[in-house]
Structures are given as C-alpha cells and as structure tokens.
C-alpha cells in the first residue's frame, strides 16, 4: 500500500519514474518498466550488458484514439512461477517453466481506457504482450498497427529473411544490420512473392548476434486470433518495430475485450547453445487443451513425393485439363502415363515402409483435379475425397492395414480456403473411415478471397480452425505454406508439423544455400518442428529428370545428421526407394533413429557455421548425435560426457570421407565402430556441405563388443 501510494504521489508531481524491475531467476537477466511521459518503454540487459535499449510500446487504432500515450500507472504486481511439465511429444521428457512476472496495468487519462502490459522473464529470455480487459470504453476495436520497438544496442550480424506476407521460402542472408537495406533486393530474387516493405523489413524468428558476443533472437508466441508480426528497421537508430500482416482492406486486426496479444519474445545468451535449447516459445502457450492425447503421436514416413518435385513422375493424371477436355469422368480420359500416384507404385512404397519399420506412406497427387490447377486455372478447387481412377483407396488401405502401414493423406488447398472448411468435416470423416490418421495440408498460390494474405489474422484463425477441427477426427496435422510456428504445438500437439520455410524441394528448384541447415535451428525451428523433409541420397537431380540439373547441396552423411539437428516428431525419408536401396548401410540410420526424445543436448553450435546435438531416446539408454556444417571443411570435437557413467555404449559413426564434398563427391561417406564411454571424446572431419550421425547403442553383452576399437 505505502509503495502505491509513493507511487500515486510521484506521478501526480509529474515525475518520470521506474513502474517495476524485475530479474529473471537467476539474475542474469533485468528487466525495467518506465512510463515517460505517459508512454510506456521498457529496456533489457544481461549481465549488465544493454540487450534492448530504452524501447516504446503501444498500438494505432483505426477510427480511433491510439493506444500509444497518455497513459497513468495504477497497479503494479510482481510474481513468481515454476512448474515442470511433460510434453506430448518433444525434445525432452519434462521441461521447467520457471519465471519471475511484472504485471503492469494502465488507464489512459483522457479515455479510461485500460491496457495492460505483462512481462515473464526467464534465465534465457523476456515475453510479453499486451492485455485488453473487459471494460466499458473498449469492446471493439480495429488495429491499425502494433508499435512494439526492439531497440538494438548495436549493428549486430543478423541471419534474415525478407519480410513477407505470403511466405518464408527464402535463404537467409548474414550481414550486418546496417545492409539489410542494400541487400533487400537481392534477397528475394527468384522468389514467388516480394517484399512487401519499402524500408528495410525482416521476418521472425530473427537471429543475431553482437560485436561483444551475446546472441540475440527476436520472435512470437502464442499466435492465436492475431495477426503475424514483422520487424520493420530503422536502419539508422538500429530500432525494429513491430509490423502486422494485414488483410484485404489494409486493417491489422480485429479485436474483441476482453483479448490479448501474442507474447513478444527476446532470447539472449552469451552461448549460442542456450538459444537452440530455450523453452520460451513453448512455455509461453497454454498447457495442452485434449483431455485424451493418446492417438498423438510421432511418424517417420516415406512418400509417393520425390519424384514429382524433381520432375520425374507427375500429380496429374492427364495432361489437359478437364475443362478443355470437356469432361468429369476421368475414366474417359487419356493418361498421361507419369502419374505417380497409381496402385502399383503405392503398393511398392507400402512394402518399402512395412520391411524397413515406417509408419506411413505419404501419397500426394491421389485426387482429381491437378491438371486444372496445373492448368492455370487459378480458381480451381478440390473436394479432398474423390481419386484418380489409378488409385483405389479400399484396396491401398487394406493392402497398408495389412502390412502395419498407413497411408498419409494429402490436402492440397489450392489456396482456396472456404473451399477447404467447406469440405473440412467429409474430407476429415473420410480420412477416419479409410484408416488415415495424419494430413499434410498445403495452401500454394494466392490465398482466395482475393487481398487476403497467409499471415494475415483471417488465415491465422483457419489455421487453427484446420487443427482444431482435425482433432475432432482424431487427425493429425502437419501444415505447409501454413504461418510460421509459435509454440501452439504445445496446446494443440495434433499440431504435429509445419513447413513454413524453404525445405528439401527448393533443392530440385536450384538448391538450397549450403549453410541453410545451420540457421534453421536459430530461426524458423525456434517456433516448433519443421517438416524439412531430409534423406535425400541422390544429390544429382538429373538422375530422376534429365531436364533438371539442380543438385541437391550437401553429402550424404549430411543428410543423416539432419534427423538429429532438425528436429521433428514427423521425419521423412524422402527420396526413393530404389536409391536407398543402393545405400543399405547409410539408410540403416534413417532407420534406427529415433524421432521422440527423452533429453537434448548441444554440443557445438555457431549460426550460420554448424550445429552438433545429441539426442536421448525417449524411453531408451539409446543416443543420437547429428552435426551439420557449412560450406567450409571443419573438424568437429565433442565429448560423449553426455552418457551414463560406467556404462559402456558401441558408436556407429555415419561420417564424410577425406574427399567428401558437397559438389565434387557429395556421396562419399565412411561408417566406422567404436566402443565409447562418457570419458570419450571425437575428432571428426566435416567436409563443405557435410557433417555426420552417430547412433549410441548401450552395450548389453561383452560379446556385442568382440573386436571393436575403444574411441
């Protein structure tokens, strides 16, 4: 009472004054609250390094009074939590959600309206958002734009994309963040969209990295009935400000008291490490909302998908599309004889994944109506339930049944998306009836209605109406061209996948940067699991299509390291099986890795250079360590200290031989035994484009051990 009162007094004198500072637990990281002049700002710091300068809070409203001054102080409460909870898949077993809280409430002075502003700060991190209570001088609302600065404390290095409405399917560029501006235009050259900002704008999540060493990573959480945000730079102050995607007619949101923000989130580190291990994202979201979860879980698939993004089979049936045929019985047709998606070839990919223990098979290109969209007619739309004549879906579904396999479905929206909640409930029932358990959903092309874009607040809430509805269905859903992840995974876990970045297609469409693996985890991974799509043996994309000379960058060795440094609960092994059937002995890590995890480690990381992790098994002694490097030859050295004392384990190393090279002799890998205990420790050559995979067996006999080297 006496400090609010001290407060009230202070305020009514016209002096500026801190509302609250805050430490996280472990006192590395202080946080303050200033109301200057009626307008809200806040700073960071991390062991008395300044991590976000005196920065501004507050949002445009449209056909009304902003929300950005004015404002007086009249409740401030501080709190503390921790708590230790399991998630339904992930990368540990348990994971602590522990920080300190300031609770800050506001009354614009004029208006009386109220907004209030809550701060968590972690040992790694700061969110925060803003609140809007029930009250009676704001219930409906329209933002004009969200002005949350992040005011940099230098010309940090940054690995960024452009911002974008509509996709993230860029190469990050590393420059410092005084070039963004110069490079802009280079960035999104060959790209479907454009930039969008005439200044300087960048995506999240966005990783930086300053002169004095603290790594810097700024991004949202909890994205939930909001529009996306991105960072516009004020290229000479070194500031971002928040930028909301906005819809058709230009608004930024639509807002109902009482509501809510997504968290605004800060990670900052003097370890790279701390950054690819942070929980704030995830701890930011709500605990789980399914009483029952025990349909959720993780998926290691196959797919009918390779062969038609390098161009040797097809989606379609025929090449013409039906409306210039002037027909709808596809029976009728003439087939153009590349299809993909027919009995035979799905049947060959089920007993692939039934003999080498994948759950599923993912089957893309199995309904009517491809060769219209292909056919540039841009309104065309699918009904998500009826096939191609060459794909039987009784008989695939017994047949999979049978062999303990199952077939994943395939909703490619075409962008059209009343169209797909219009058919949601029948194309979802139909997935229950014929044995499907997990959709890949995809929204390539413009988004229909015309003006609407893919980060928008409208397309947000139907990516989450997709998720929820699927788990009415008992679906899991794995999203591409969908918003980028914030964490959700953790309250909707049927949320088992996300694309929403430049994947393993862009290498058939000219490739990948080499150091592209070793960024994703500092960024787009930070909002949940990617659906990478990783396992491709066949780096020489003319071997599938003589007409493409794309080249997939990386070595083999590579790619096996990718299942441990990308991860995923849905991991695929996405090139054919006739070319893993060349490299038995490589593919047999694709096979023993584990995709569900008990407890992470990193082992080496630098953004932008390489990531090493190493990885428990979910309820196995079982390890898996996967290193992935740039495009400069390095020698990796790490300790096994990560295993149980006493113990011994026998490490099979998946690594690049001396003459690997991404581009010269990408397939050129060497798999060697040794027995390891925690006192062990490797050397290891990375070849440019490479990197290596290790599987950690415990020994259970000494005759599992007869003849092998001690590392």
């Not at 841009?378 to 303990?404: C, H, I, N, Q, W």
């Not at 994947?503 to 787009?524: D, K, M, Q, S």
């Not at 849905?570 to 569900?596: G, N």
């Amino acid at each position: 009472m006496k400090k609010l009162l001290l407060i009230q007094l202070l305020l009514l004198m016209g002096i500026s004054l801190w509302a609250d500072e805050v430490k996280s637990p472990n006192e590395q990281l202080s946080l303050s609250f200033e109301l200057k002049d009626g307008v809200p700002t806040y700073q960071l710091s991390f062991m008395g390094k300044e991590v976000i300068k005196e920065s501004r809070l507050g949002i445009e409203l449209k056909d009304a009074d902003d929300l950005m001054d004015g404002f007086e102080l009249t409740a401030v409460e501080q709190s503390s939590f921790d708590e230790t909870w399991q998630p339904v898949w992930g990368e540990w077993k348990e994971i602590r959600n522990h920080y300190n809280e300031l609770f800050v409430s506001l009354t614009q002075k004029d208006s009386k309206r109220i907004v209030n502003l809550r701060f968590r700060l972690f040992d790694d991190g700061l969110g925060f958002r803003y609140e809007f209570p029930e009250q009676d001088n704001m219930t409906y609302f329209v933002i004009k734009e969200e002005n949350t600065e992040f005011a940099m404390a230098g010309d940090h290095k940054a690995f960024w994309i452009a911002a974008d409405y509509d996709t993230q399917e860029y190469d990050y560029t590393e420059s410092k963040l005084s070039e963004i501006r110069g490079l802009m235009s280079t960035a999104v050259t060959g790209n479907a969209s454009q930039t969008p900002f005439t200044e300087p704008g960048v995506q999240t999540a966005l990783m930086m990295k300053s002169d004095d060493g603290l790594y810097i990573n700024l991004h949202e959480a909890a994205l939930y009935e909001y529009s996306c945000m991105h960072l516009a730079l004020d290229d000479k102050n070194m500031v971002f400000t928040s930028h909301l995607t906005p819809d058709a007619r230009g608004d930024k949101g639509y807002m109902q008291a009482p509501c809510m923000s997504p968290w605004r989130t800060v990670i900052v580190s003097n370890d790279a490490a701390d950054i690819l291990m942070s929980n704030i994202t995830l701890n930011l979201n709500e605990p789980c909302a399914y009483e029952d979860v025990s349909w959720i879980e993780p998926v290691k698939y196959i797919g009918v998908w390779w062969e038609m993004i390098t161009g040797k089979g097809s989606w379609s049936y025929t090449d013409l599309p039906s409306v210039k045929l002037g027909v709808t019985d596809y029976s009728k047709t003439e087939p153009n004889g590349t299809h993909s998606a027919n009995n035979e070839k799905v049947k060959r990919y089920i007993d692939f994944a039934a003999e080498h223990g994948f759950d599923a098979v993912l089957v893309e290109g199995w309904n009517e109506g491809w060769e219209d969209w292909f056919g540039k007619s841009k309104d065309y739309v699918f009904d998500f339930v009826t096939p191609y004549p060459d794909f039987d879906v009784e008989m695939l579904r017994d047949y999979a049944k049978s062999k303990g396999v199952r077939i994943m479905m395939h909703h490619e929206t075409s962008g059209s998306v009343r169209n797909y909640e219009r058919h949601m409930d029948k194309a979802y029932q139909f997935m229950a009836d014929n044995n499907y358990n997990s959709v890949k959903s995809g929204y390539v092309g413009d988004i229909l209605p015309r003006g609407e874009h893919h980060y928008g607040q409208w397309m947000v809430n139907h990516y989450q109406y997709a998720v929820e509805k699927a788990a009415e269905y008992k679906v899991m859903v794995n999203a591409h061209e969908a918003v980028r992840p914030t964490g959700l995974c953790r309250t909707y876990p049927n949320l088992i996948g996300n694309e929403s970045a430049r994947g393993t297609e862009y290498e058939a469409f000219g490739g990948n940067n080499v150091n592209h693996t070793t960024i994703l985890p500092f960024t787009r991974l930070i909002g949940g699991p990617m659906d990478y799509t990783p396992g491709i043996f066949e780096p020489d994309v003319s071997q599938y299509n003589p007409n493409n000379g794309s080249k997939v960058r990386t070595t083999i060795a590579r790619q096996l390291a990718l299942y441990v440094t990308m991860y995923s609960p849905l991991q695929m092994a996405a090139d054919l099986p006739e070319t893993y059937a060349k490299h038995m002995d490589a593919f047999q890590f694709i096979k023993d890795v584990a995709i569900d995890w008990d407890d992470t480690k990193v082992l080496e990381a630098e953004p932008g250079d390489y990531i090493t992790f190493a990885r428990k098994e979910k309820g196995s002694s079982s390890w898996f360590v996967g290193r992935t490097n740039d495009d400069q030859e390095r020698t990796s050295k790490i300790k096994f200290d990560f295993l149980e004392p006493g113990k011994k384990y026998v490490a099979t190393i998946y690594a690049d031989a001396k003459d690997a090279h991404w581009e010269t002799n990408p397939k050129a890998y060497q798999i060697n035994k040794y027995v390891v205990t925690s006192k062990s420790k490797l050397s290891q050559y990375c070849a440019p484009g490479g990197g290596y995979a290790i599987s950690v067996v415990e020994v259970k006999e000494k005759k599992d051990i007869r003849g092998i080297k001690r590392l």
